[in-house]
Structure formats: structure tokens, C-alpha cells
């Protein structure tokens, strides 16, 4: 386990706490799929009882970031098939999110929405990977606040979490780096003429056409 010692701050709980730091090592890659979370390695890793520790990783459970392989807790891993029915889920969910968008976006939304879609263009432009990658998240997520459901975004994070630990990113791929500048500079334009039925389309479609390469992806890793 990458972790040695694990230090509590005491702004939440202690489990609250755990989780999160959990969490975070699985979300960026540094607690590996089949990896093994013990729970009296933990506790004595932060210097607690066990208990709050059988929280987090419950709580991480219900998240599915941790499965019970029935000899103790893993850090989940996903299957071609798990990932085409989140990928799938996902796609309904963004479609929706961009249709209300379209709907009740404000202009100040809009004017934030353009901007970042301007980094985004000029990030693929200088072929800055890391960057394009972290403003494509700030891009979503501003959709995902325009649409004003805080439970949809809440889901769409989480759905995103799934997919992203699964593999890297499609943005390694050339094309799509380019075809998704297109797209989102589309998109914008459509939430801006507020085309409700036309955004959830093509957001529905954008992110289809990353699935796809992305399915292409895990094949070229099986």
C-alpha cells in the first residue's frame, strides 16, 4: 500500500476524513485496482480505532470504489462491460445537462462558458495535454453548474470518477483532441441561441464519440 502514515487535520470526522483521503488515492490512480485496504493497517496508519475506518471504507463501498472480494476490501477495478453501462448513463446524463443549460443558462454563465472554451482551443493549439485535459473538466463542470441541478451534477462527477480511474484520458488521441475543440465551440454557440433539443443532442454525441475511443482504448489494453 503506497500509504505509511496518514495524518488527520480535524476539520471533519474521522471517518469523513479517511474516506476523503481514500477516495482521492483511488480517484488519482495512486491506490491501484485488486489493491488491498486493510482495515487495522489503516487505523494504526492514522493512529484511530478501527471503527471510523469500516465507515470510510463502507462509505467508498456504496460509491463503488471498493469491492468485498469475500476474503476482505479491494480497490475496485471495472470491466469492459461495467464501463459501456456507466459510459452509457453518462451519456444520457450529459444530454440532459446541456438541454437545461440551454434553458436556464444566465449570461454571465455563458460569458464563463466561453472562456474556458477559449483556453480549451488554445491549450489543443499549443499541444498542451495536461492542460487541455484539466480545462475539458472545468468545461463539463461549467455546463453542469449552468444546468443548476445540483443532484445531476453530483451524479455526472461521480459517473466521471468511474470512467477516468478506469483508463487515461481520450484526449491522449490526437483526433479526438481536435474533433472535441470543435464540439465544445459548437456547443457553446447552441447554449448561447438557447437550442435546448440541439445541445442535448450534440452533447449526447460528444460524448458518444469519446466512448468510442475510448472502448477502443481498453481493447488495445486487453
Excluded at 6 to 26: F, K, M, N, P, W
Aim: with cysteine; hydrophobic share 40%.
Amino acid at each position: 500500500m503506497p500509504l505509511a502514515k496518514i495524518s488527520l487535520v480535524g476539520t471533519h470526522s474521522r471517518a469523513e476524513e479517511i474516506y476523503r483521503l481514500l477516495r482521492d488515492q483511488i480517484l488519482e490512480g495512486t491506490l491501484r485496482p485488486d489493491e488491498r485496504l486493510v482495515e487495522s493497517e489503516l487505523a494504526a496508519m492514522a493512529s484511530i480505532s478501527r471503527t471510523p475506518v469500516r465507515e470510510a471504507i463502507r462509505k467508498l463501498e456504496v460509491g463503488g470504489l471498493v469491492r468485498n472480494t469475500g476474503h476482505g476490501m479491494v480497490v475496485g477495478g471495472i470491466s469492459r462491460e461495467e464501463l459501456t453501462d456507466v459510459c452509457a448513463v453518462r451519456e444520457t446524463l450529459e444530454g440532459m445537462a446541456a438541454g437545461m443549460a440551454a434553458s436556464s443558462r444566465s449570461e454571465l454563465g455563458l460569458l464563463s462558458l466561453e472562456s474556458v472554451a477559449a483556453e480549451y482551443t488554445a491549450a489543443a493549439a499549443n499541444d498542451d495535454l495536461g492542460h487541455q485535459v484539466a480545462v475539458n473538466h472545468t468545461f463539463h463542470e461549467r455546463i453542469w453548474q449552468m444546468a443548476g441541478n445540483g443532484y445531476l451534477e453530483a451524479q455526472l462527477r461521480a459517473l466521471r470518477s468511474i470512467i477516468e480511474r478506469s483508463q487515461a484520458t481520450t484526449l491522449t488521441v490526437p483526433t479526438r483532441r481536435q474533433q472535441s475543440v470543435g464540439e465544445h465551440e459548437q456547443l457553446v454557440r447552441l447554449l448561447a441561441e438557447r437550442k435546448v433539443d440541439e445541445a442535448t443532442d450534440l452533447a449526447r454525441l460528444h460524448f458518444r464519440q469519446a466512448m468510442v475511443v475510448r472502448l477502443e482504448m481498453l481493447g488495445e489494453a486487453d
